[in-house]
């Protein structure tokens, strides 16, 4: 059984100093802002952030990131034309930025989570995002080793919870969320319902509830109605309309 | 054609030179315009790097839904057959070869298809390289689309790239507002010109030019 918690402070209740936070979403598509509020509430400091972003306009991760308690962000592209808080704190030398390339960040946290020790990729070589990295030559072409990312936590953004952890996604906002979940040693989803184990057809599953700790109900409105799978199921429940 | 192309002009010849049944990505921005002159009867099917192929146009009014956005981060529709992924998927398809061309805008390109158009090397600049260098080493055919002139003047076409590298030798044609150039084996060949002569481009570009394409 999942555990169902009852608010986003109880489910980063775990969050300690220095710890290495997966946030999920591109742009604010799937971006779990139920969690990073709760995230705003938490006392732990000197966090490495690791999400495609690094925040929009002045809430979600943005927010957090203006608290200061964020030391370094790993990231892909964190300038965007409503990205001013990264952008201040980032030119005052107040925050740390790891720059990868996109698919190598995705690769980076699928390693992670897959076991994996490393992996060469031809994606950045010969630029300046390969410096100090081992290059190999393999078949004639040239690689470069990229290691894997861990996470303490993962706070990520689904569309349907059962109760065994399973979760569902919604469109585009499914992003990183799947690997993810699979790369933190605690995994708190964020989800528009939760509903009893049974209720989603096991073959719509994309994220086993093996790669999931907590989910927590979003306190928006959902963006669809029910999942198919899940409608109308006794025992469900439902973010607030 | 007697004068230099529009940007809605440049997508349209992108667009002509897609091949039919391609799966495509278009990068955010300029290249974005080319989803506009796809017919539907080409079956171009249109790859989002963050999870989505079978992408349809920019969603307006009742369609737009956060959850379903493009690279840009700006909302768009599904077509029937469409399908969603996570990321890491995302970057096989474009990584491991799957996709038939991409189209990007840069900064410059060399002579030797080298790009550059994630950072301007400025030190005040925030960089930000999201997923160019994977589809500048992965797409089987990367297509560039840009003006050939930056505002100041300077040529986007050179023997080396200054600015910061995103892939090596990964370029085969450059779309212009002045020429479509064709790159291969260290010589630029000029396949079509617009308002301009192959000749004038070569004194301005400082390059060598061949008139025509390539031959094979």
Redesign the interface.
């Known amino acids: 059984m999942i555990e169902v918690c009852g608010d986003a402070g109880d489910a980063l209740r775990d969050l300690r100093d220095g710890a290495t936070v997966l946030v999920g979403g591109?742009?604010?598509?799937?971006l779990p802002f139920g969690l990073l509020e709760g995230l705003l509430r938490c006392s732990a400091r000197d966090l490495t952030v690791v999400s495609?972003n690094a925040g929009n306009g002045d809430s979600g991760l943005a927010a957090v990131l203006a608290t200061g308690r964020v030391k370094k962000i790993i990231c892909?592209?964190?300038?965007?034309v409503d990205?001013w808080v990264?952008?201040r704190l980032?030119?005052e030398g107040r925050i740390e930025?790891e720059?990868?390339?996109?698919?190598?960040?995705?690769?980076r946290?699928?390693a992670a989570g897959a076991g994996i020790g490393g992996f060469y990729?031809?994606?950045?070589?010969?630029?300046?995002?390969a410096a100090g990295k081992e290059v190999r030559n393999i078949a004639g072409r040239d690689y470069i080793l990229e290691l894997p990312i861990h996470g303490d936590v993962a706070l990520i953004r689904a569309d349907t919870a059962d109760e065994a952890g399973n979760l569902t996604?919604?469109?585009?906002?499914?992003?990183?969320?799947?690997?993810m979940a699979t790369a933190a040693k605690i995994t708190v989803a964020e989800v528009s319902r939760v509903v009893p184990a049974g209720a989603i057809d096991p073959e719509s599953v994309?994220t086993p509830g093996i790669f999931v700790n907590r989910v927590v109900l979003a306190s928006g409105p959902a963006?669809?109605g029910p999942a198919r799978s899940g409608s109308a199921h006794p025992g469900s429940r439902e973010a607030t309309r | 054609m007697s004068s230099p192309l529009s940007r809605a002009d440049m997508a349209k010849i992108v667009a002509r030179d897609i091949p039919a049944g391609s799966y495509v990505n278009l990068g955010i921005g300029q290249p974005t315009l080319v989803a506009d002159y796809l017919p539907p009867d080409k079956h171009v099917v249109l790859h989002t790097e963050n999870g989505m192929l079978g992408m349809g146009p920019q969603a307006c009014g009742d369609e737009i839904d956060p959850d379903l956005t493009n690279a840009g981060k700006l909302p768009v529709t599904e077509l029937p057959g469409a399908s969603y992924f996570h990321h890491a998927d995302s970057f096989a398809m474009m990584r491991g070869g799957h996709l038939d061309v991409c189209v990007m805008g840069a900064f410059q390109v060399s002579t030797a298809g080298d790009l550059a158009n994630w950072h301007t090397g400025d030190p005040d600049a925030i960089p930000a390289v999201g997923g160019a260098m994977d589809l500048a080493v992965g797409a089987k055919t990367v297509y560039v689309m840009m003006t050939l002139f930056d505002k100041d003047g300077n040529a986007k076409v050179v023997p080396e790239c200054t600015y910061p590298l995103t892939g090596l030798a990964c370029v085969s044609r450059v779309y212009t507002d002045l020429a479509v150039f064709q790159l291969k084996n260290d010589q630029v060949y000029v396949t079509e010109t617009f308002g301009t002569t192959v000749g004038e481009l070569s004194a301005r570009l400082q390059i060598p030019l061949v008139a025509g394409p390539s031959p094979d």
């Not at chain 1, 892909?76 to 965007?80: D, E, F, K, V």
């Open positions: 591109f742009g604010e598509a799937g495609n892909s592209y964190p300038r965007q990205s990264f952008d980032y030119r930025l720059l990868v390339p996109q698919g190598n960040l995705a690769e946290i699928r990729t031809p994606t950045g070589v010969g630029t300046p995002l996604y919604r469109k585009t906002a499914r992003n990183f969320g799947p690997i994309v963006r669809s």
